[in-house]
């Protein structure tokens, strides 16, 4: 290497860069990282897929089992129809909630290192990875969408209906995203992460009205499904979906909106001991 | 003389075990100082420390005349770090790689493009620059973490074992560019090593660390002096100044560390 390259050029003279602070650089931080993932994630799209075969076989087959049963009321459609939100979401859910996975892989890489030392707000690390998730769940339940829509499932098809319903589904992994992260930031290891997480995921979504109504529940798991964000993510998209009527949507995105506040704060805050 | 980095009195302790004992130490613009020690010795916290990553127990450290605990923010605008494990995303593109760094960095429109090309040339990485970094030899990858990090011409560069597991020809190539962004930028380096060799050529001025504790500073020709014998190696000053040169080899973890490393950039 010739020693005179760099200073012939002209960037030799430049000043240090310095970095000024702002809500719109605030803003900009986090689309950086959102587009830093999504990038990583065009590089490798056939995830996407295989992660959107598993609930359209549950649709498939335990649906249409289901179907036969009649145990209550589903509001006059089939059963498939009924439990096709709650699939939606607990595709949302089980992608997101593994997502600090990649933290943990980050940190072991020296990745994450390398950005907690740049002048990146926190919080802009841990939204942007959030929304980053919120992204690729938004393609995950398109193509279960269109999946189920394909095998007949009766599903509405209003736009501005379909259009909250993403918007939903983005807070929903939001939420679960960040929750991830908090996970991954106390436990650490990719060990106590991946036991967590396998321990937690089929309470969630079995103490949630994603297969049946709460209605049915007996009293005390009707409690923890009334504090499971997920309920409040199935509640939305089942009115925006099946029955194409929003009865409750201002208390559903209210509580998701307050569940992503405070996930994203206690995120932020823990995030960066990952790394000590 | 123009001092970047002051350090004083720094302490960590993880648990029981004080993995860093009081560590004092400056380093001026446009020198490279080397912190040398085994494996475990403590050189990855004092520069974990030194980056904000992790809050010291006690002592003091400034970085460009900020305090590295209470005006951390501050310090992470004119500091560029190369962890000491791979640190750069495989399955993004060199120059994608390049891009996120330099607008997190805050660098813009024509400035940007051109400070990323000027960089991918000097590294001589830009017929890589397209191809995803998981196709790179590990020492494109340290050039391009190496590249990355001085974007923004920080004042200080912190490069954690920067040539562990490289080949020789790699390491070499690391060093002349750390020469260059010495000589040019007078940018303050700070490097931790394990090998000897390496703290001779490239330092400017050695700390050698031994079980937490900064056992002796000096220029390397010094240090030589220092232990009676003129044409004694950096391996008889660092048996003189620790005394137990094979008791010296680290822990499981660090050991462990180093492995993992060369093994992925092998
Ligand atoms: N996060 C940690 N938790 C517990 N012990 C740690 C941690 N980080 C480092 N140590 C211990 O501190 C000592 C110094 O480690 P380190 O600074 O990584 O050494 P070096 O970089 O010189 O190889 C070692 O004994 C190591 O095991
Ligand atoms: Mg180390």
Known sequence: MESDRFATSAVALVKPAIKTAGIKILIIDILTIVEMELRKLRHEPTVLFTRAVQPVLWLLIFGQAFSRVRAFDTGGVTYQTYMTPGILSQSVMFTAIFFGLSTIWERDMGILQKFLAMPIPRVALV??????????????????????????????????????????????????????????????????????????????????????????????????????????????????????QLTSWQADVGILLVACILATAVGTYLYPRVVT | MEVIVEVEQLKKSFGKHTAVKGVSFNIAAGEVFGLLGPNGAGKTTIVRMLTTLLPPDSGRATVCGYDVRRQAARVRQCIGYVPQALSVDGALTGYENMMIFAKLLGLKGKERNKRINDLLQFMQLEDAASRQVCTYSGGMVRRLEIAQAVLHYPRVLFLDEPTVGLDPVARKGVWEILAELRQIYRMAILLTTHYMEEADTVCNRIGILNHGEMVVKGTPAELKAMTGNPGASMDDVFTYFTGNYLDAGGDFRGIRQVRHISRRLG
């Not at chain 1, 589904?169 to 929750?179: E, Q, R, S």
Request: charged content about 10%; glycine content about 8%.
């Open chain 1, 127 to 244: 939204l942007g990875k959030a929304l980053a998730a919120g992204v690729r769940a938004l393609c995950q339940v398109t193509i279960i969408f269109l999946l189920a829509a394909i095998t007949g499932i009766p599903l509405h098809w209003h736009p501005a209906l379909l259009l909250a319903a993403a918007g939903v589904v983005i807070l929903g992994a939001v939420f679960f995203a960040t929750l991830s992260m908090i996970i991954a930031a106390i436990v650490k290891t990719r060990e106590r992460f991946m036991g967590i997480g396998q321990l937690i995921t089929m309470p969630l979504f079995f103490a949630s009205n994603a297969l049946y109504p709460i209605s049915i529940m007996p009293d005390w798991l009707r409690v923890v499904a009334s504090v499971n964000p997920l309920s409040y993510m199935v509640d939305f998209l089942r009115g925006a979906l099946v029955s194409g």
